[in-house]
């Protein structure tokens, strides 16, 4: 099955406690990226990839890490987390991003974290 | 900061009524996608819309690309408890970055 693929659901952490949300996908997509979504904002965009090896920043990137060591990989680091950084997170991905029509964006079911 | 601005934020209305709701923006964009995203869920994608002018129906669900390319409407015919969910543009502005719009949250009630 299609699919994109996050782990864990849900975390409960503290300030200051490094941590990583795993996102896998198995539809040899090249463009993934994560959003994080709050109350009122929507979601908003913090790193993307345009293919192995290639990321670059969203609007939200202060606090974040990513890597692109495999296409269907794409794990969210957080090195320090704080609790601004309490959210639902979702990974997402799409075969490319050509400027002129957008291609589908499979996402991931979401991870909810909570920094105390 | 290109932003896609959403209208209304929340709309609740009666099962069998009619709904439309925005996604506005200042800067032209090439095309543009809705989604529809359920409690608990990731978004899931309804259309794409890559014409100035373009109007798609799905079922009961219109879409529509202004001429100017700034703008965009979501018509729902006869709202079903189905439809309740957030509805979320999104569109790449011509670059690398997807921005998606602040959302409507639509709730029918039977």
């Known amino acids: 099955e299609a699919q994109v693929t996050q782990n864990p659901r849900y975390l409960i952490t503290v300030t200051g406690k490094k941590l990583t949300v795993t996102c896998s996908q198995n539809?040899?997509?090249?463009?993934m990226s994560w959003y994080r979504q709050d109350p009122g904002l929507g979601l908003r965009q913090i790193y993307y990839?345009?293919?192995?090896?290639?990321?670059d920043k969203g609007d939200v990137p202060e606090g974040y890490k990513v890597s692109r060591k495999e296409k269907r990989n794409f794990p969210l680091i957080l090195e320090s987390p704080s609790p601004n950084q309490t959210s639902l997170y979702f990974c997402?991905?799409?075969?490319?991003?050509?400027?002129?029509?957008?291609?589908?964006?499979?996402f991931g079911p979401g991870t909810r974290l909570t920094v105390l | 900061t290109q932003l896609l601005e959403q209208s209304p934020q929340f709309l609740s209305i009666q099962e069998g009524e009619n709904l439309t709701v925005y996604c506005n923006s200042s800067?032209?964009?090439?095309?543009l996608q809705w989604y529809r995203q359920e409690p608990g869920e990731g978004p899931v994608l309804l259309v794409t819309?890559?014409?100035?002018?373009e109007v798609k129906k799905l079922k009961r669900l219109t879409f529509q690309f202004g001429d100017a390319r700034k703008d965009s409407s979501l018509h729902i015919t006869a709202a079903q408890p189905g439809d309740t969910g957030l509805y979320l543009c999104?569109?790449?502005?011509?670059?690398?970055?997807?921005?998606f719009g602040t959302g409507t949250r639509l709730t029918i009630i039977p």
């Open positions: 997402a991905s799409s075969f490319s991003l050509p400027f002129y029509k957008l291609n589908e964006q499979f």
């Open positions: 539809m040899n997509h090249e463009y």
């Open positions: 990839s345009m293919n192995v090896e290639v990321t």
């Open positions: 800067s032209v964009f090439s095309s």
């Open positions: 819309v890559v014409t100035g002018g």
């Open positions: 999104a569109t790449n502005f011509g670059n690398e970055k997807l921005t």
